[in-house]
């Protein structure tokens, strides 16, 4: 009788997660000895009743590997440790199903588990590894901010995104004069907005890692214009913030999605640099899920594939309790409880931060 092998998708979607499917399932196929089925909505398609499994043939995955999104779905409610549950009286709580979970695919003959997510989904994986689950996990965000790994697919194409749309911006601000704001994404890590500022030649760039100081960003401002000539292209990302303040966003309003929902730094900036007395015209652009979506750059399918590979060769191994880990231009593995012991920020020093500065980038801190 062949193995089992259930595969999902977690946490918010990314380009390349259908290549880590496709790969997975591939090297599986090849073996002869495992069959593959994929869990809808993350976890979610286990726990409901009936089960919401799609068996993943060589045929339904074929070509998948250029194609944004996940054909799992995904979901970033379905923490099984703190499940939303809605009380007869319409108000909610919540219940750890965990063992439950684990239990029930033991029961469904699955040998082993491999769980494609972020930060919080890797989480999720220690804690059922912990309660016998056969688990691999595979990292994935366009953050960046998984510390165990030196990279993770999606973020390459969340960075050609967003240099492709400032280098329109870049354009429209010189004909205009204007100081073009352009939010993007990275709630804890300023890793998009550092890379976008150095492939498109931003003046400044505001990450979490450095809180700004607002007098610091208009002198930067006034600097590059004279006579009312001159342009600004500024990249922020959505969880950078002036100091002492904190970062803009609201509680998040579904029910399980633990998530402060970030967003309007942007338009603060701008409100704030106008309430200054900026002369020149200020615009802003909030990228958002724009970076999350459409087909993955080559880079990153290349290396969804062969995280795909890696956590087949460890489900073989019998690795478990591991996640995938790109290191050193190489791919290894971690263990999921260093894995997700701490968070991958820029670090102030990083090279980066020095190339920028040396090439005139501002922070706004100095
Ligand atoms: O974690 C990736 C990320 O893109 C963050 O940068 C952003 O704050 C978040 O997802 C938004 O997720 P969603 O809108 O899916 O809740």
Known sequence: MKKKLLILTGGGDCPGLNAVIRATVRAALQTKKWECYGSIEAFNGMMSDPVEIVKLTKKKTGGIHVKGGTILQTTNKGNPLDYPIQRPDGTWTTKDISQDLVDKIIDHGFDAVVNIGGDGSQKISQALYEKGLNIIGVPKTIDNDLSATDLTFGFSTAVQI?????????????????????????????????????????????????????????????????????????????????????????????????????????????????????????????????????????????????????????????????????????????????????????????????????????????
């Open 162 to 366: 967003a240099s492709d749309c400032f280098d329109k911006l870049v354009t429209t601000a010189e004909s205009h004069h204007r100081v073009m704001i352009m939010e993007v994404m990275g709630r804890d890590a300023g890793w998009i907005a550092l890379h976008t500022a150095i492939s498109g030649g931003a003046e400044i760039c505001l990450i979490p890692e450095i809180p700004f100081d607002m007098e610091e960003v208009l002198k930067k401002i006034n600097k590059r214009y004279k006579n009312g000539k001159g342009f600004v292209n500024l990249v922020v990302a959505e969880g950078a913030y002036e100091k002492n303040k904190e970062s803009i966003g609201e509680r998040a309003i579904d029910q399980g999605d633990p998530h402060k929902k970030l967003g309007g730094i942007g338009n603060y900036l701008r409100s704030k640099l106008e309430e200054m007395g900026c002369q020149a015209q200020i615009r802003t652009t909030t990228l958002g899920h724009i970076q999350r979506g459409g087909t993955p750059v080559a880079f990153d399918r290349i290396l969804a594939t062969s995280m795909g590979v890696k956590a087949f060769e460890m489900v073989q191994n019998r690795q478990f309790g591991q996640m995938v880990s790109f290191k050193n231009n190489s791919l290894t593995h971690v263990s999921l409880q260093e894995a997700t012991e701490s968070y991958n920020h820029v670090d102030t020093d990083h090279y980066l931060i020095k190339t920028a500065r040396a090439i005139g980038v501002s922070f706004g801190d100095k």
